[in-house]
DNA sequence: TATGAATGAGAATTCATTCAT
DNA sequence: GATGAATGAATTCTCATTCAT
């Protein structure tokens, strides 16, 4: 019972910071706009986090932690375009959560150089992870490269750029983002792979049945 | 004469602004920062620009004012994928040497309306430029698109994103920027249009020398 | 049983308090401080000791009654400078053990009227008890005095100062302390009186006895 | 005229500093203490000093100028035991004018590292001054010393530890400091080397002479 | 006795900006 | 055009202390 209010405090403080912060930007929102914004003291907040850079951090590893089980699966699982399409919906929104973060992030880890190793090494994690999860896209034959000739690391990283960067895109432009520019984002992702979906035999040379299944919601 | 000086001044503050800026982040830089660094007083920046804001809407303006002529040929010229190659590395230029706004472009923009229209429109008319540049291949013959099939205004938005923040996603994983990483930007955007460059007859059905073509210098 | 776990609290936290005081000076040492390093909750600490004030004030008591018996001696025993020489040291002792106080206790007095009252009654009953303790030495005949001429009281009150101000003085030449220099801060205040000491018949107008005497570890 | 008003403001900041350090301790008072007491915004005094270290290094820097003056006299002058008296008033002076510096100096040099060095540069040089001031009187045979008995090194240490604590030691005591005060301390001090200093042929083995020497004003 | 969350006043410091010269 | 002293609100953070449990 004293470890729930514990962690309601905590927790409120993070929520709080978050929405403060997806709002206005880390510099605008100060440690005792938050406090006030929670209802709390700004006592209270500092009894909780040490400082404004703790408060980042914690918020950063609730999102961590946040992103392995979408991309690590079972190996026994055959994985198809449409696991594809919902691992990267699930992305999006941890990456709208989140948003502040990926508006500042550069300022952010320059500033705090525990945070940006750390940083470093949840990026270069998930990375694998989700390389791993489109290897098996070309193990089970639903992409097809030439090998030598087209590079899957370069479509990989320039689908990993677009997949970060698609909302802040959108909110650069003034465009509200809602669930229809999310499927927007999802649909530029694949359109750069497209070329690359093996065409299953007697299908002839038509991409109608797989443009039906990308478009599926 | 007089006019001289006066412009002198005014570069002066928003050189050493945005080298400031580059280096530390705009929230870390006080106006009282930058009129030390360029060796004036905080008085005579005043007396040049209003405030911070309306400094950050001029290096804007710089930067825009650079924009133009990149994507902007003159419409009797033959565009080769040579002359896209070298517009995205001018286009790297202008963002390496502006990358303090594109790191906190969000939160720049949330806190100046008038910033943030202006920035939209020129955003816009980028894009047009763009994309009449990128039509030209189409119209060449150079890219071709299976209407109703390749969407390639998605691969348009795709590579957009991707030449915009390929220095900001090397910058997040702690990679030190120079000509070869913009070269290895380049090849990314180039690598997303590649399933569309077009193979001319008698080149038989080998990428060969599209690939020749992609790894010039 | 009950009560020796109240002493030991109460013991334990002016124990804490006196060894942070030493290291860090009352200032920056705050209850928190204390609390923590004595393993309790500040709430604890606050339930033994009204604030900070009372903690200081039964440091203090602490002090005053170690020194009460280093002074006061039985009327029938006969003082040698030996006797001298060993008070002396125990009285280094109290001061290097509570030497915060003698760091900030000018301000500390200041802060508190009541402990001021309190301390400047205990130093008074120490002068007394000091100059009973050398006023033997006269009787004795080990100290003369011609008097009219030499002005005991003043030699008592600059042993006095050199006696409470020896520590600091070290400490401010940025001089370790240890027990050679508590050796050589009694020879400074011997090294006063050493001119009044009285040249037993028989021994010659040589100092040489009282050199070795003095010197005597 | 710019000059003068510089000068003003920063010594203004300082010797409302000291005023308010005297009186209630460099802990109780804060900048804005400080800033308000001196009719001017928290500002300003950041302005002109970089934070209250730089304040208090300002201050000792004060004092250290004045010192020098005081112990350094030209060779050629023959020195009296009147001018060791008024030496010593003026040292007296100089110790009441910053004597909050005197009150908490090991806390101050402890938590100012800087500041500790120079201190103690100033200290080593300050007492080779007046070792060698007193070396004067010992040339001139107003001082006699037993070589090989009288330890004069002690009798200057415990000199310059009476005159230095001399006013700590009235304040402790709730005595109020003035100038009768300061002779009783000069005294005092006197009455340390009372002993070796030197009856002329003639006068007779009393010290009447020197007694009237030492107590005129 | 003891815990530990919570308070709120206040400390040091920064900064965009103004203004008299 | 240029200087630099001055402002005052805001920011981060600390700390003695309280109180429900």
Redesign the pocket.
């Known amino acids: 019972?004293?470890e729930v209010?514990?962690l309601?405090?905590?927790e409120l403080i993070l929520h709080t910071a978050v929405t403060l912060f997806n709002e206005q930007g880390t510099?605008?929102?100060?440690?005792?706009?938050?406090?006030t914004s929670a209802?709390?003291?700004?006592?209270?907040?500092?009894?909780?986090f040490?400082?404004?850079?703790?408060i980042i951090r914690a918020i950063l590893d609730q999102m961590y932690a946040k992103w392995h089980p979408i991309w690590s699966l079972p190996d026994d699982i055959q994985v198809t375009l449409e696991d594809l399409r919902s691992r990267l919906l699930l992305n999006f929104e941890i990456l709208w959560e989140y948003r502040f973060f990926y508006r500042e992030a550069i300022a952010l880890l320059q500033a705090d150089a525990e945070l940006k190793q750390k940083h470093q090494q949840m990026m270069e994690s998930r990375m694998l992870d989700q390389e791993a999860f489109i290897g098996r896209f070309v193990q089970s034959g639903v992409l097809q490269f030439n090998h030598g000739v087209d590079n899957h690391r370069q479509l990989f990283t320039a689908g990993w750029i677009v997949a970060t960067n698609w909302l802040g895109f959108l909110e650069m432009n003034g465009v509200t983002v809602d669930s229809a520019r999310l499927q927007e984002g999802l649909e530029l992702i694949l359109s750069i792979i497209k070329p690359y979906i093996a065409i299953h035999a007697g299908e002839g040379n038509s991409y109608d049945h797989i443009e039906k299944k990308l478009s599926e919601d």
Chains 1, 2, 3, 4 share one sequence.
Not at 27 to 35: M, P, Q, R, W
Not at 50 to 54: G, L, T, V
């Open positions: 019972m004293f209010i514990v309601r405090t905590k510099g605008k929102v100060s440690t005792n706009h938050i406090a209802q709390m003291s700004p006592g209270n907040l500092y009894y909780h040490k400082n404004k850079e703790e």
